[in-house]
């Protein structure tokens, strides 16, 4: 038996391809997880941190349990404080245990036509473009092997793998009335950080303090984060998924960068440009009228804060 696991451990390599990668995405999730987090029903204080994938997630975990603690740093990996509502089973966390802080959080990357109902949600969205590059380099070292799948590679299979970042920012912003959904970029994060934090602050409860918000922010710094990379790089999901995926132990990834451009994509095919620019106006562009995300953004960053439920 050990000489089996053995034999499997060494024949264990990351994929070269992407028709590799898919099927090794394809195995991060169990079904029983998934299905278990979908089945998940939050309470009415539950803030749920929902982003699309690398669009501020990890930044918005932070900011939530800044805020809700005064600044406690005591967690080895951000998902055991908040943790991924469809991970949660497969990395053996339980979504009904007791937080260390009030009120519970959770992360999740579903839209709203599958997130499970009855908490409060916190959006943030970012360039299509710029989350895809993000996340291009974020699996790069870890589920594929780096140099393998060029940048640009990537990018067409995320266009032709389906709704993807439209379908998810298109089910947000139809919710954009509700007070129990904040809506924020990326892009006005990184502008105005405080700002962004006195807003998820008045969001979750007025009454948080000038003290515990200016913690936050600062403890939401690129800096800040950067210094304690290690509670921020997803090492307990790698640990715990890892070998479901058949990938071998040891991979890297990191979640904080600097927030611009990935690398090279100033130099992706002008038809690849394009073919975003026509999905874009196919989805967002279509149903609501944003020329660009751009127009979206100042759109999303002119509301309102939402009152309190």
């Keep these: 038996m ?14 070269r391809s992407m028709d590799e990668l898919k099927a090794v995405f394809g195995r991060l999730c169990s079904q029983e997880g998934f299905k278990r987090g979908l089945a998940f029903q939050p309470g009415a204080t539950d803030i749920i941190v929902a982003p699309y994938v690398k669009c501020g997630t990890t930044w918005m975990q932070q900011i939530v349990h800044g805020l809700r603690s005064g600044g406690s740093m005591e967690f080895g990996e951000i998902l055991e404080v908040v943790p991924w509502i469809e991970l949660a089973h497969d990395m053996s966390l339980d979504l009904e245990a007791p937080q260390p802080f009030a009120p519970r959080a959770f992360k999740t990357h579903l839209p709203w036509d599958m997130v499970p109902k009855g908490g409060r949600y916190i959006v943030v969205f970012r360039d299509p473009l710029e989350a895809v590059a993000s996340m291009h380099r974020f699996l790069e070292g870890w589920l594929f092997e780096p140099g393998s799948i060029p940048l640009a590679e990537y990018a067409a299979a995320v266009l032709a793998q389906g709704p993807g970042w439209w379908g998810h920012a298109a089910s947000w912003w139809r919710q954009r009335d509700r007070a129990d959904v904040l809506l924020l970029t990326f892009g006005g994060m990184k502008a105005d950080l405080p700002g962004a934090v006195d807003r998820v602050a008045d969001f979750i409860d007025p009454e948080i303090g000038p003290e515990a918000r200016e913690i ?94």
């Excluded at 975003?276 to 944003?290: D, K, N, P």
Aim: charged residues 25%; glycine residues 10%.
């Design 216 to 309: 936050a922010a600062r403890q939401a710094s690129f800096d800040f984060m950067k210094r304690h990379e290690r509670q921020f790089d997803d090492h307990l999901l790698r640990a715990r998924r890892d070998a479901a995926c058949g990938v071998p132990a040891g991979g890297t990834a990191t979640k904080v960068a600097a927030g611009g451009r990935g690398p090279g994509t100033a130099e992706l095919p002008e038809a690849l440009r394009a073919a975003f620019e026509a999905r874009w106006q196919e989805t967002l562009g279509a149903e609501f009228g944003f020329g660009s995300y751009a127009e979206f953004a100042r759109a999303v960053e002119a509301r309102s804060v939402p009152a309190p439920a």
């Design 2 to 15: 050990t000489e089996t696991r053995q034999t499997a451990t060494e024949a264990a390599a990351r994929p």
